[in-house]
Nanobody, 126 residues
Framework: QVQLVESGGGLVQAGGSLRLSCAAS????????MGWFRQAPGKEREFVAA????????QYADSVKGRFTISRDNAKNTVYLQMNSLKPEDTAVYYC???????????????????WGQGTQVTVSS
């Protein structure tokens, strides 16, 4: 059974940093694109960042470009999201996601992902 477990969320002041981790088990995702999404209260879940299997390609939402960095360690089956210069509008539950197939062509779309973590809360105070 596939499990994705996020950690690293918390409360931080505006301008601060957090590093989220997503540990995968039940399957080796070293050949899969992995993604991060977030959902703020009363809003739709939105794409944040994605990374292809060998970290040769990364994609970011415009709202986080230049501030967030996605990375992965395939030996540890873990994906990271380094978040710098955090803003109050970054407050949300952050989810790690993995597609059902290695052949992902729409990494920015939540419908492409089959497996989701339980989420980790990130709160940025002003």
């Amino acid at each position: 059974q596939v499990q994705l477990v996020e950690s690293g969320g918390g409360l931080v002041q505006a301008g601060g940093s957090l590093r989220l981790s997503c540990a995968a088990s039940g399957r080796t995702f070293s050949t899969y694109t992995m993604g991060w999404f977030r959902q703020a209260p009363g809003k739709e879940r939105e794409f944040v960042a994605a990374i292809n299997w060998n970290a040769g390609r990364t994609q970011y939402a415009d709202s986080v470009k230049g501030r967030f960095t996605i990375s992965r360690d395939n030996a540890k089956n873990t994906v990271y999201l380094q978040m710098n210069s955090l803003k109050p509008e970054d407050t949300a539950v952050y989810y790690c996601a993995a597609p059902g197939s290695p052949f992902t062509t729409r990494a920015t779309m939540s419908i492409e992902y089959k497996h989701w973590g339980q989420g980790t809360q990130v709160t940025v105070s002003s």
